[in-house]
């Protein structure tokens, strides 16, 4: 059974900074692509960031400069640090993995950014 459990959202002023976790089972973590996505009431999701197995990232838009995606393979672990958040990133966060064809994704976490 897949999980995919995401942590550390939370409430946060305007130039602050989060850290989210998501810790994965039941995938080999360590060729999955995994990646965080976001959604705001009333839009779509959309890429946050990503980062392959062998570590090479992609970034959205909106977090280029500001967030960084990682992964520890060895906790089954992707991680993304976001720093200089604005009201505009108020969102869910979700973790997604890709394993081949297979795509799974967390349950979400709320992040919240107040002005």
């Known amino acids: 059974q897949v999980q995919l459990v995401e942590s550390g959202g939370g409430l946060v002023q305007a130039g602050g900074s989060l850290r989210l976790s998501c810790a994965a089972s039941g995938i080999i973590f360590r060729i999955s692509r995994m990646g965080w996505y976001r959604q705001a009431p009333g839009k779509q999701r959309d890429l946050v960031a990503e980062?392959?197995?062998?570590?090479?990232?992609n970034y959205g838009n909106s977090a280029k400069g500001r967030f960084t995606i990682s992964r520890d393979n060895a906790k089954n672990t992707v991680y993304l640090q976001m720093n200089s958040l604005k009201p505009e990133d108020t969102a869910v966060y979700y973790c997604k993995s890709r394993t081949g064809l297979d795509d799974y994704w967390g349950q979400g976490t709320q992040v919240t950014v107040s002005s």
């Open positions: 980062i392959g197995s062998s570590g090479i990232t």
